[in-house]
């Protein structure tokens, strides 16, 4: 029936080579351009969407920040936490309650590791896979995330691009995320929280 349909494994192989010669052969349509810093740039958008940041000199000054930002905000050490190859290397303190697990509707803060920033909208990117759920991303009040700032690309296009280099198979879900969750539905007045994260804070970390 399978061959039926598809004209059997002959032409499905030729099909197959048709589509990725043209994603090979895609040309970029017309992006803005953008100079100067990117770091800088990624910045300037992520604060413009309402999102906040530290900017870090390697991994050693997380977990400080990361107190820093709880104290602020009067929060306690109860964490739920994706993985990465900068997560995966903290030690987090005793006395703070750090679980690995998909995220509920009850749990409040979630730190995860961004796959990527984008400058030119200062949109966080992230990839679903077992040991990083996608209800980390909306179920939690504060979504905290590192990124590697050696990650920050221009353009969106771009993350395709890295997505097809460097992943045989695509993960099963792609999020851009551009600052915290809002609505404006309520008499054109902007809410935050609305359908997920109230706020949205990044640790950019030079490594």
Do not use: M
């Not at 099963?172 to 929280?193: A, H």
């Amino acid at each position: 029936v399978r061959d039926s349909l598809t004209g059997g494994k002959e032409r499905s192989s030729a099909t197959r080579e048709i589509i990725q010669e043209r994603i090979q052969s895609a040309r970029l349509q017309v992006q803005p351009s953008i100079t100067g810093d990117l770091l800088e740039r990624y910045c300037d958008k992520h604060v413009a969407v309402h999102g906040t940041f530290d900017r870090l000199t390697g991994t050693t000054g997380i977990i400080d920040a990361l107190d820093h930002y709880l104290q602020k905000h009067e929060l306690t050490p109860e964490l739920i936490t994706g993985a990465g190859a900068i997560l995966d290397g903290l030690d987090w303190p005793d006395g703070w309650q750090v679980e690995r697990r998909p995220a509920g509707v009850l749990d409040r803060i979630v730190i995860s590791e961004a796959f990527a920033g984008i400058a030119e909208t200062g949109t966080l990117v992230f990839l679903s896979t077992p040991q990083t759920p996608t209800s980390h991303l909306f179920l939690g009040e504060d979504h905290l995330v590192v990124l590697d700032t050696s990650r920050i690309i221009r353009h969106q296009e771009e993350v395709w691009q890295w997505l097809r280099s460097e992943y045989s198979t695509f993960p099963r879900t792609v999020n851009l995320i551009t600052g915290p969750s809002k609505t404006g539905d309520v008499e054109q007045t902007i809410e935050y929280g609305a359908h997920g994260p109230r706020r949205i804070h990044v640790f950019l970390i030079d490594t």
